[in-house]
């Protein structure tokens, strides 16, 4: 868990919050007059979302974090050039590791990264090659393998500050490796397998986030699972927790265009209901 999970997978999820901010900043340019208004209205609607998670829920919350910097970092880079967040973005990385693995620092430049790999048309063309994310994968490898020994050694050795370098070293660069094998499996024949696992959970993902902490605390509160003491309840939690909201999301993408939680969160962001049902 220590090498391969932990620190492993929030990276990604704050790249692609930095893709779909700017994905959306180019989609409201050509709908509104004032496209960062509506940016900053959903970054607040999703802090409000995030306070409330945090405070009636679980402390652990990442949505009023990434509102926060999107507030703080994402906002702002729209003025600048798109070379400059691309600059900007290793200076980030570069920062978090000095500082012993800064979440936040590490979030903002994964952001940045994000935006500038749209701003370029990067993730336009993304799908477009195998050979490009399976070289950048193996560069990947080759420098996680000393990033991860260095995470066992720091540890052993007793350092905090510098095993928790080297965690975040290790976790964004196997991050990146997680990304372009996943890349390359969608231009295989596993990328229809691939679409209809991933897809569902994908498109209702603040849905099954915000979910998954209910469910969490039921089978811990009201069922007595020891999720956090056992590694046995915790993999059987999260698999049936996965199951269910596969299952979940799959019958109501059928009938209805967005997650409950992301219709409401568009409704808000655009100041208009949009339409939730399918058309037959």
Known sequence: ??????????????????IGFSLLLESAGGRVAHPRRLLLRRLLILLAMGVAHFLLLWRGDILSTYAVMGLLVLLPSTWLPRWAVAALSPVFFVASWVMHGDRFLLIAGLFLLGSALTRYGVVDRIE?????????????AVTAAPALWWQITSRTDGTRGL?????????????????????VLLRTPLRAALQV?????????LTNYLTATVLVLVAARLFGVPVGRSWTAMFLTAGVILALQWAWSTLWLRRYRFGPLEWLWRWATWGRRPPLRVLS
């Open 128 to 140: 477009r090659s195998t050979r490009v994310p399976a070289a950048l994968g193996l560069v990947f």
């Open 163 to 183: 095993w928790s370098s080297a965690l975040s070293v290790s976790g964004t660069l196997l991050a990146g490796l997680y990304v372009c094998a996943i890349l």
């Open 1 to 18: 868990m220590g090498l391969l999970v932990e620190q492993r997978f929030f990276p990604i999820f704050s790249l692609l919050f930095g």
């Open 197 to 205: 696992v991933f897809a569902p959970l994908g498109r209702m993902a």
